[in-house]
Each structure stands twice: as structure tokens, then as C-alpha cells.
């Protein structure tokens, strides 16, 4: 597990977050991982000051897509789920998260097939980058 | 938001194997665009009977929408607010998709509807060309009711697209049927709809396939001549509205034309920005207009996507039927939209900020050619443990 903890960032990460926070977002990351394999994955990636928060299931004992994981982001942030752009590659995780009432993001990095689950995200990119234009940051 | 082709031009001729049919955009934006394209069935066009949807370098996306609903789809068009799409189904109906894909409203079956091309009025209305009827038809945004003719059936011979201008004008594409029915022709309504010229373009070398409106108001057209032989026609032109018969005012786009003389432009689309896009055979041109604000709006090149020639022979052209149906069954494209009122953005992190490949190929020496299996095994085994560890409770 030693390699995860080095894991890098995919390449358009630093700016994607950056001109998130230049836009006035905040920024934060919510993940099934430990907060030991979190926090050294950030400091490797350099992305550190560019997140309000790094949200662990840790403490919950539950993983995503279980609802209270995603009602960690709502109490940590103190934002409704309407007022949240959830962005994840895993479908699985997408189509959940907008069934909890995040507005949902799909990375499909790897171009994989439309899950056949009720709630569908509210757009799809293939890379981050992509985000910036959807929320209107330019 | 969407952008939507389809190749349609309200023919009745056969169009090979190709299927793409029309082309359509949303007015006002050029980015975060995806192209929908019809891709019609049976004699219409012996493609997979669904809208496909591509990026706009032509990369395909899949299948949009995955509503058995959706049969035959031939012309479309996005809603001037950009969230619904309307497509004119081959089941003799009219439907509007969300930007899902799946069917919101749609009219109930209307006898030999024969639905071709659509365009939205300036009233907000829907119009659509009826193929059988040979007229263009009228519905409610709601899509209540059966519509409305607003020209009398029959009213050419052999119509084809046709546009309507922001001030209420409505512009008709007509040609010349296989058996010499009809003629090359512009005819031009004024917006009560009374016939203003029977000869929009009086020009013999015209036989025009598809008509939009150009953001400076010029009517854009596909033609082809002589009627029939595409190959060897002047494929786009260019009329100023306001000079009607006048041959001064038709200006055929020798550039363009000498460009692409191996492609004929057949469905027709002016986007608000730039580049009008057309529909040839079988592939979807992007041609470069002038940036500066230009009275005439010429089209001077063309650009065929080499990607989108890859996805019509790899997916539509050459594959269809049972692939087809697995595609339709397997992939949709959502629509991108603008999301607003977003103050905050939370991220996944393995797989969507962190690269989990990076991992395993870090091992690359040790494991030679099977560290992506590797890391794919690793990565569903992390996931089989977390929802193992969620059942098993705490």
C-alpha cells in the first residue's frame, strides 16, 4: 500500500483547483480513503493550500455511496447539496451522489458505460479541465 | 447545452448509407457543445434509428437517449432556451427530450405526419416539414394538440428545407422531383404567410437542398446542381434577403466549393459565432466563415473532421443493426449543461484527482506488461473491501 501513499495527480488538477479557488469556490475533497493515506496522497500531489477541506469516511465507519457520507460535505462546508458540484470518475459514485442531491459531475476518464441506475449525473467530461466551463468559471 | 445536426433536407430521395440527418445548434453559445445527429432507419436512411451524440471534434459519444420512444428520429432542434431538444420521430409524432435524453412531452400519433426537417418560429412555435402532406406544420411549444398547416398541402411539387427569419419570414427550399415534378427554387413568405416571391434566387444553376438564416440575416443555402449530381455542384451559397431576384445577390462560394468538390452540403445549420455546419455525404463539415462583420457572410473553407469520418465507418456507417441496438442499449451522451448557484466543489479522490494507475505503474519493472491488469484488480479489490466493511457493519 506503500505506493498509494505517493500516488500523483492526474495533470490538470493544480489548475483546475486553482482557478476554482480564483473563481471564489471552495474546494475539498470527499473519499472513501484514510486520512493518513489522504493527507500524504495532497502533500505528494501539492494541492494542500489549494483545499478547505479533506473529508475522510474515517470517522463514520460507512463508505460512499452510503448518504452520510455525502451529508459530511453538506455539515463540513456548511452549504446545501443544491449549492455543491460533486465530481467523481466512478459511475457508481456519480449516479449516487445525485440521487442524495448534489449537483453531479461524471468524470468518465476511462470511457466507461452509462450505469443503468435511476439517477443520472447532470453532465459528463473526460477530464477535469472540462469542469470549469460547466459551473461558469472561465 | 446541445447542438444539434441531423442531415435531413425534407427530400424524398434516397440518401445511401448515410445517416446522419440534420444540423442544429443552440443560438449564442460555441462551447460546451455537444452535436446530436439523427441517424435514421429503414428507407430513410438504413441507420440505427436513434440520435447519436459527438463532441465537437467529432469524437462519438454514443447513443442520446435510450427511450424506446425514440424511433426513426429525423430532423431536430434544440429549444431557443437550450433544454429541451425536439425531434420529429418516424412513428408520426413530435418529441421534446430533456437534456437526458428522455422523452418530456410528445404529440400523440398524427396520421401521415411523415415528419422531415423542424425549425423553432420567432412566435416560439415549432414548425416541421411534412413529407406527405407536402406543407409545413405548426405545434405549441407543449406540443398539444395535432398542429397546424400554415402553407396549403401540395404547396410545391418537391420541398425540401426550409427556414423561418427572425422577423417572421419563412424561406422554401424546392426542387425538382426524379420524375421532373416541380422546380429549383426559393420561394419566400411573408409573415402573414401570403406568397411574397415565387423566385427568392433567380438563378438557374441553384437547386437549392437546405436553407438557415445567418446571423446578419443573409439566407444560407445548400445546393446542388444540376439537380441530381451533387458531386459536381457549387455545394453552399449565399443570399441576401431584402434583394430577392436578383441574381447580384447569389453569390455561389467557389472557394468552398472547389474545396470540397468531392462533398455535397445537404442539411444546413448557421451558428450564432462563426461557423455555419453542414451535412455532406456522409460525413458533418464545419466551414470556416469570415470572423470579420461582413455584409455577404461567406463561407470560404471547409473542414471535414477526420474524426468524425472514423466514427461514421466505425459506428455508423459500417456497424449497425445488432451493434447498433448494443450501442443504443449501452451508451448515452449526456448533454452538457451550465450548472449555476455552485459554491463549492467537492472531489472524489482516488481515480478522479489522483492517479491510481500511477501506483501500479511504478512497479512497471517488476511486473512488464501486466501492470495495468495489476492495478485494475487492486483498485476493484480496495472498492470490494469498502462496501464488504459498509454490510458487515461497523
Known amino acids: ?97 445525485k440521487a442524495f442531491g448534489f449537483h453531479v459531475i461524471w468524470c468518465n476518464r476511462s470511457s466507461q458505460v452509462p450505469e443503468r441506475i435511476p439517477e443520472t449525473p447532470d453532465a459528463e467530461i473526460r477530464t477535469l479541465s472540462d469542469l470549469l466551463e460547466i459551473i461558469g468559471v472561465a | 447545452m446541445v447542438f444539434a445536426i441531423s442531415t435531413h433536407t425534407d427530400t424524398h430521395e434516397p440518401c445511401g448509407r448515410q445517416h446522419p440527418e440534420h444540423l442544429r445548434i443552440r443560438p449564442g453559445d460555441a462551447h460546451a457543445v455537444n452535436i446530436l445527429v439523427t441517424s435514421a432507419a429503414g428507407t430513410n436512411g438504413d441507420g440505427y434509428g436513434s440520435i447519436l451524440a459527438f463532441t465537437l471534434d467529432g469524437k462519438m459519444l454514443g447513443a442520446f437517449g435510450a427511450d424506446s420512444g425514440i424511433t426513426d428520429p429525423r430532423g431536430l432542434r434544440v429549444h431557443p432556451d437550450g433544454d429541451r431538444v425536439y425531434v420529429n420521430n418516424g412513428d408520426d409524432r413530435i418529441l421534446s427530450l430533456d437534456p437526458h435524453g428522455r422523452i418530456a412531452a410528445k404529440t400523440g400519433p398524427i396520421a401521415n405526419l411523415n415528419p422531415g426537417g423542424g425549425n423553432f418560429g420567432p412566435d416560439g412555435r415549432y414548425y416541421i416539414g411534412s413529407r406527405t402532406a407536402r406543407t409545413i406544420m405548426a405545434f405549441p411549444p407543449g406540443l398539444l394538440g395535432s398542429g397546424k398547416a400554415i402553407l396549403p398541402s401540395g404547396v410545391v411539387p418537391f420541398p425540401r428545407g426550409f427556414a423561418l427569419a427572425p422577423d417572421g ?112 455525404s456522409p460525413s458533418i463539415l464545419a466551414m470556416a466563415a469570415s470572423s470579420a462583420p461582413s455584409p455577404d457572410w461567406t463561407a470560404s473553407t471547409g473542414r471535414q473532421s477526420s474524426s468524425f469520418r472514423y466514427a461514421e465507418r466505425n459506428g455508423i456507417c459500417s456497424r449497425r443493426t445488432s451493434d447498433g441496438a448494443r450501442l443504443n442499449n449501452q451508451q448515452h451522451a449526456m448533454m452538457n449543461v451550465n450548472l449555476t448557484g455552485i459554491r463549492a466543489c467537492v472531489f472524489d479522490a482516488y481515480g478522479t484527482l489522483f492517479d491510481v494507475n500511477s501506483a501500479a505503474q511504478r512497479t512497471q519493472d517488476a511486473l512488464r506488461d501486466k501492470w495495468q491488469q495489476f492495478a485494475e484488480v487492486w483498485r476493484a479489490k480496495q472498492l470490494q473491501y469498502t462496501w464488504l466493511r459498509s454490510l458487515t457493519g461497523p
Open chain 1, 1 to 97: 500500500m506503500g505506493l498509494y501513499l505517493r500516488l500523483g495527480a492526474y495533470p490538470e488538477v493544480e489548475k483546475t483547483l486553482t482557478r476554482l479557488k480564483a473563481g471564489g469556490l471552495k474546494c475539498a475533497i470527499l473519499s472513501n480513503g484514510s486520512p493518513t493515506m489522504l493527507s500524504a496522497s495532497v502533500e505528494n500531489a501539492g494541492i494542500a493550500d489549494l483545499l478547505d477541506a479533506v473529508l475522510s469516511v474515517e470517522e463514520l465507519k460507512v463508505y460512499k455511496p452510503y448518504p452520510t457520507v455525502y451529508q459530511l460535505a453538506v455539515d463540513r462546508l456548511s452549504l446545501k447539496a443544491s449549492a455543491i458540484c460533486y465530481v467523481s470518475s466512478n459511475g457508481w459514485d456519480a449516479y449516487s451522489a
Open chain 2, 169 to 280: 419570414r419563412l424561406f422554401l427550399a424546392s426542387g425538382t422531383s426524379p420524375s421532373g415534378d416541380g422546380d429549383d427554387t426559393i420561394l419566400a413568405f411573408a409573415p402573414d404567410l401570403t406568397l411574397s416571391a415565387e423566385r427568392f434566387v433567380d438563378d438557374t444553376q441553384l437547386s437549392p437542398l437546405d436553407l438557415a438564416i445567418a446571423p446578419n440575416g443573409n439566407v444560407l443555402v445548400s445546393s446542388e446542381f444540376p439537380s441530381g449530381r451533387r458531386m459536381q455542384s457549387p455545394p453552399f451559397a449565399n443570399t441576401t434577403p431584402g434583394v430577392a431576384s436578383s441574381y447580384a445577390s447569389f453569390r455561389p462560394m467557389d472557394r468552398w466549393a472547389s474545396a470540397s468538390r468531392a462533398a455535397c452540403a445537404l442539411g444546413l445549420t448557421a451558428t450564432s459565432t462563426a461557423s455555419p455546419m453542414a451535412r455532406s
